[in-house]
């Protein structure tokens, strides 16, 4: 059956006629507030007794902004339900990370000793899986009608969005280990002796987002 162009406008408006991302249904969605329920309360258990304290407040900085932010604004601007399931999943791989501190935790040592890596590389994995998960969702916010853009455009700005957000991270990184006490500056860093980890924590992030990007563009080919 054929629907009117009246009718698809109002499948894709939420209250006042906000308009609402693909993938979110202007009413009804469980989706967000079961993401919100299952982050909070991993986030809740991990929370006790954590590693190193210090080092858990500092990587916790950001997480008690955004989290607020984004359940304070979510009737203005609501994501698709995919990008609030990519933003869960990275969230919680975050706060495994600062549980255990980054360099510490248990399956990244276990990957270590059972390949014969020269370091725990748990947090190469979340910084790829940075670019990977936070390129929709970043996408969603900066850009407001994808259809009025070209396919290349679109990938190099979502891209570009989200490798300037991974660079952000690690200059604030940088900033807050400047003035954090030595033991916790050093924890929350997690170089492990790298002098350029920085800079492939960033091409990883780099790298994440491209391959998201070549996922999303054949899926919309599909």
Not at 131 to 151: K, N, S
């Amino acid at each position: 059956m054929s629907r009117t162009p009246a009718v698809v406008r109002s499948l894709r408006a939420g209250p006042a006629g906000r308009v609402v991302p693909p993938g979110v249904r202007a009413h009804g969605s469980s989706v967000p507030v079961a993401c919100l329920v299952v982050f909070a309360l991993v986030w809740s258990v991990l929370a006790i007794a954590p590693s190193y304290r210090a080092d858990w407040f500092l990587e916790n900085l950001l997480t008690f902004v955004v989290v607020p932010l984004a359940v304070v604004t979510f009737r203005r601007f609501r994501f698709s339900d995919q990008a609030y399931v990519q933003v869960t999943i990275f969230l919680l791989l975050h706060t495994i990370g600062s549980h255990y501190t980054y360099s510490e935790v248990p399956i990244g040592n276990w990957a270590r000793d059972a390949f014969g890596l020269a370091r725990n590389h748990y947090d190469r994995f979340v910084h790829f899986a940075f670019g990977l998960l936070m390129l929709r969702p970043t996408r969603e916010l900066i850009v407001r009608r994808p259809r009025a853009m070209g396919r290349w455009t679109l990938a190099f700005i979502s891209i570009a969005a989200t490798s300037f957000w991974s660079l952000l991270y690690e200059i604030v990184e940088w900033s807050v280990a400047s003035i954090a006490d030595p033991a916790a500056g050093t924890a929350y860093l997690g170089t492990q002796g790298d002098v350029w980890d920085a800079q492939k924590d960033m091409a990883l992030a780099g790298a994440g987002a491209i391959l998201a990007a070549i996922i999303d563009a054949r899926q919309a080919r599909r």
